[in-house]
C-alpha cells in the first residue's frame, strides 16, 4: 500500500498505531469511571494481578499489543515523498516499538502499586497510554508543530501521572516542579520553534534541511533558535545544566511512574531530538556541534559523580538516568548514519533495563515509598534470590558490564562517536562509565554481601503475575542483546538507512 | 499611519511585557498582561489578521485573563508579594539576556530590512479567496488536520489530569 499525503484520509493510516492506543486510553478511562473500584479493601491480602484496578490495566496492555500490531503493520506500507507532516520510516517505526515495550513493562510493573496505593486505575493507566500516544505522535513527527503537540500531550499527562498519589506529600511537590519547570522549558522550545521558522519559513523539518543546507536562512535567527531548541529539548532529556528537577522529580513520582518517565521520556526526547537536529538542522552542525559536545561532556561527569554520593537508591538511578542521557547525547554530538543506529540500540536496551530496575525497587519498597535506602537492600539477594539475580543483571548492565545489554550499546556509541571522530567524547564516556561501576555495584554489594537488618525484613516481597512476565522478559532481552546483538543492530541499522539524506527516494519499507 | 500605530502597539506590548515581570501584586501583573495580548490583538489587526485579532481578545484577553483574576481574588493573592520576589542580581540578569537576544534580532532585522514572511503572497491569496475566517479554516482542516487532531487529544489529557489532581475525595 503506498501513502500519498495529499489525501488527508492516508494520515489515517500513517498514524493507526497513535490512533488505536488513544481509543484505547479513552476506552480504559471509560471503564474506570463506569465500573465500581472504590470498595477495594485496604488489606494487603489478595493477588494484585486480578483485582481492583487489575482488569484496566490488562485492556491497556491489550490496546499495546493491538498499536504494536498495527505498527508492524505500517512496515508494508510505503510513502510518496518524504516532506508529509508524519513520518512513515524505519526510524520512527523501531522506536515505536521501543515506547510500545518501554510503557507495556511500566504497566506491568504498577499493578502491584496502583492496588497498594488505591490509585484510580482507570485514570492512571489511561495517562500511561494517551501519553505514550503522545510520545509516538513525537517520534513520528516530521513537522516542529507536531513535535511540540507529541511534546505537549506527553509532559502535560507526565506531570499528572508524576502528582498521582495524592495521600504522598511529595508526590505533588514533584508534580508541581515539574509542571512549573516544564512549563518553562516548553516556552524555551515553543520560541526556538518560531525563530527557526522565522530563519528558514517552514516548520516542516524535511525543508528545514533544505534551506539550511542551501545556506539561504538567516543565521542570527537560526543559531538562537537552535540554542532554545537545545534548551527545550535538553530539558526533557535532562542533560546537565537543564537535570535540576530530575532527582526531585524521580524521587517523589510514584516508583512505577519515575520507570515510566526515565525511559519512555527519555527516548521519546531522544528520537525527536536527533530528527530535527540530524535532519533539519545538518546544514547549521557547526553551530550546534560545540554545544553539543559540551552538554554531552557535562552530563556524563556531572551526573556520575552526583551518583556517587547518592544514599537513596531512587535519586540514585535518577543521576544514573542523567548520565544516561549524557552518553546518548555523544550519539547526538556525532550525528551519522551509525549514530542513529546506536541510538536506538541503546534506547531499546536502557528503556528494557531502566524499567525492570524500577521493578525490583518497587517490589522491595513493599507499601509506597519506603525502603528506598542503598541500606534497605541488605541481604536482599539472599533471602530472595531470583529477584536479586535479575536486580543484579540489571544494575550490571547499567553499568555498562560485558556480556550485557548495556556493554553492546555503549560499544555501538563509541563506534558512532568515532566514526565522527569524537575521540575526547570516547575517552570521557568510557571513564564515566568505569567510575558509573562504583554506584551501580554498591547496590549489588549491599544486596549480596550484607547480613539483613532486622530478620524477615524481606519476607514480605510482592511479585504479582505481571511483574513476573516482566522482569523474565526483561533478563532475556538484556541477556539476549548482550550475547547476540546482531540482528538487533542490524534492524536498527535497516531502519535508520537514508535518515540523514535530504534528497534521493526513499528506501522502501515493505521490502 | 500605519507604521505609527504599529510602533504604539509594539510599545504597549513591550511595556505591558515588562510590567508582567515587574509588578508588585498579581493583579497588576495580571493588568498588565491583559494589555500586552490587546497590543498583540492590534497587531494582528495591522497584519490583516482580522479573525485573529478577535480570536485573541475573546479568548485570551477576554475568557482566560477573567479565569486568572478569578483564580487570583478566590485565592486571596491579591497581597505585596513583593518579598518573595527575587531582586537585584536576577533582574539584571533576566533582563540582560532578553537585551541581548533583542538587540541580536534588531540587528539581524536592521541587516536584512523588514521583509514579506516566505507565505505573504499565498496568505493574500487565500484571504482573498476565503475570506479571513475561511483562510484559517481551510489550513487547519486540510494542510493541518494531524496537529488539530492532536490538540484536541491535549485537551483531553489536560483534562483528566486536572481532574485527578483537584478531585476532593482521595
Known amino acids: 500500500m503506498e501513502l500519498d499525503f495529499s ?27 463506569s465500573g465500581k473500584y472504590k470498595e477495594q479493601s485496604v488489606s494487603t491480602s489478595g493477588d494484585p494481578s486480578f483485582t481492583g484496578g487489575a482488569e484496566l490495566g490488562w485492556l491497556a496492555l491489550g490496546g499495546i499489543l493491538l498499536s504494536a500490531m498495527a505498527n508492524g503493520w505500517l512496515y508494508g506500507v510505503e510513502e510518496i515523498g ?58 513520528g513527527a516530521r ?120 525511559a519512555a521520556v527519555k527516548a521519546a526526547a531522544f528520537v525527536a531530538f536527533l530528527r530535527v537536529f540530524m535532519v533539519g538542522l545538518d546544514g547549521a552542525y557547526d553551530t550546534w556541534y560545540p554545544i553539543m559536545w559540551w552538554l554531552a561532556a557535562l552530563t556524563m561527569v556531572a551526573a556520575n559523580l552526583m551518583a556517587l554520593v547518592q544514599s537513596s537508591v531512587k535519586r540514585m538511578l535518577a543521576y544514573s538516568s542523567v548520565a544516561h542521557a549524557g552518553y546518548l547525547l555523544v550519539a547526538i554530538t556525532a550525528s551519522n548514519q551509525a549514530a542513529a543506529a546506536g541510538l536506538l540500540f541503546y534506547l531499546l536496551i536502557y528503556a528494557v533495563m531502566n524499567v525492570a530496575t524500577f521493578a525490583v525497587v518497587i517490589a522491595v519498597a513493599h507499601h509506597a515509598e519506603q525502603r528506598m535506602q542503598v541500606d534497605d537492600y541488605a541481604g536482599f539477594g539472599w533471602v530472595q534470590p531470583m529477584l536479586g539475580l535479575s536486580l543484579t543483571v540489571f544494575l550490571l548492565s547499567l553499568a555498562g558490564f560485558p556480556g550485557t545489554g548495556g556493554f553492546m550499546a555503549k ?48 519476607d514480605r516481597v510482592v511479585v504479582p503475575l505481571p511483574m513476573r512476565i516482566a522482569l523474565v522478559t526483561s533478563v532475556a532481552i538484556v541477556l539476549y542483546l548482550g550475547l547476540f546483538p546482531g540482528t538487533a543492530i542490524d534492524f536498527a541499522r535497516e531502519s535508520v538507512e537514508g535518515l540523514g539524506a535530504l534528497s534521493g527516494a526513499m528506501p522502501g519499507l515493505g521490502q | 499611519m500605519a507604521s505609527v500605530l504599529f ?89 540582560g539576556i532578553t537585551g541581548v537576544i533583542a538587540g541580536f534580532l534588531a540587528r539581524e532585522l536592521g541587516t536584512t530590512g523588514i521583509q514579506d514572511g516566505p507565505g505573504g503572497a499565498s496568505i493574500d491569496a487565500l484571504i482573498a479567496e476565503h475570506g479571513a475566517v475561511g483562510a484559517i479554516a481551510t489550513e487547519l482542516y486540510t494542510t493541518y488536520v494531524v496537529p488539530f487532531e492532536i490538540t484536541g487529544i491535549l485537551l483531553l489529557v489536560a483534562i483528566v489530569g486536572a481532574l485527578v489532581l483537584a478531585k476532593k475525595e482521595v
Open chain 1, 7 to 33: 489525501r488527508q484520509l492516508h494520515y489515517f493510516w500513517a498514524l493507526m498505531p497513535e490512533m488505536i492506543l488513544c481509543v484505547c486510553g479513552m476506552l480504559v478511562l471509560l471503564r474506570g469511571v
Open chain 1, 82 to 139: 518524504r516532506d508529509s507532516m508524519i513520518a512513515v520510516d524505519g526510524f520512527r517505526l523501531f522506536s515505536n516499538w521501543v515506547l510500545l515495550l518501554a510503557s507495556a513493562l511500566a504497566i506491568m510493573v504498577s499493578f502491584a502499586y496502583v492496588y497498594r496505593q488505591r490509585l484510580q486505575a482507570g485514570e492512571f493507566y489511561g495517562l500511561i497510554l494517551l501519553s505514550t500516544a503522545g510520545m509516538m505522535f513525537m517520534t
Open chain 1, 143 to 262: 513537522d516542529l508543530i507536531v513535535i511540540f503537540l507529541g511534546l505537549e500531550v506527553m509532559s502535560i499527562s507526565v506531570y499528572a501521572l508524576t502528582a498521582f498519589n495524592r495521600r504522598d506529600k511529595k508526590s505533588a511537590e514533584a508534580g508541581l516542579k515539574y509542571f512549573l519547570l516544564g512549563a518553562f522549558a516548553t516556552g524555551f522550545f515553543l520560541y526556538g520553534i518560531a525563530l527557526v521558522y522565522g530563519a528558514t519559513g517552514s516548520t516542516n523539518v524535511y525543508d528545514i534541511g533544505h534551506v539550511v543546507s542551501s545556506g539561504d536562512a538567516s543565521s542570527t535567527l537560526l543559531t538562537i533558535g537552535i540554542a532554545f531548541l537545545t534548551i527545550g529539548f535538553g530539558f526533557k532529556v535532562s542533560a546537565v545544566p537543564f537535570h535540576m528537577w530530575t532527582p526531585d522529580v524521580y524521587e517523589g513520582a510514584p516508583a512505577p511512574v519515575t520507570a515510566f518517565m526515565s
Open chain 1, 411 to 458: 560499544i555501538f556509541l563509541l563506534q558512532a562517536a568515532a566514526d565522527a571522530q569524537l575521540w575526547y567524547l570516547m575517552v570521557v564516556l568510557v571513564l564515566t562509565t568505569i567510575a558509573s561501576y562504583w554506584y551501580y555495584l554498591r547496590v549489588a554489594w549491599f544486596m549480596w554481601m550484607k547480613p539483613q537488618d532486622a530478620d524477615g525484613q524481606h
Open chain 2, 7 to 95: 510602533y504604539m502597539f509594539a510599545g504597549l506590548a513591550i511595556g505591558g511585557a515588562i510590567g508582567v515581570v515587574m509588578a508588585k501584586s498579581p493583579i497588576g501583573s495580571l493588568l498588565f498582561m491583559v494589555t500586552t495580548l490587546g497590543a498583540m490583538a492590534g497587531t494582528f489587526v495591522l497584519l490583516e489578521a482580522h479573525f485573529l485579532a478577535a480570536i485573541q481578545i475573546i479568548v485570551y484577553a477576554g475568557a482566560i485573563m477573567v479565569l486568572f483574576l478569578f483564580v487570583i481574588m478566590l485565592l486571596n493573592l491579591g497581597h505585596d508579594y513583593q518579598k518573595d520576589l527575587k531582586g537585584g542580581a536576577f533582574a539584571v540578569i533576566s533582563f
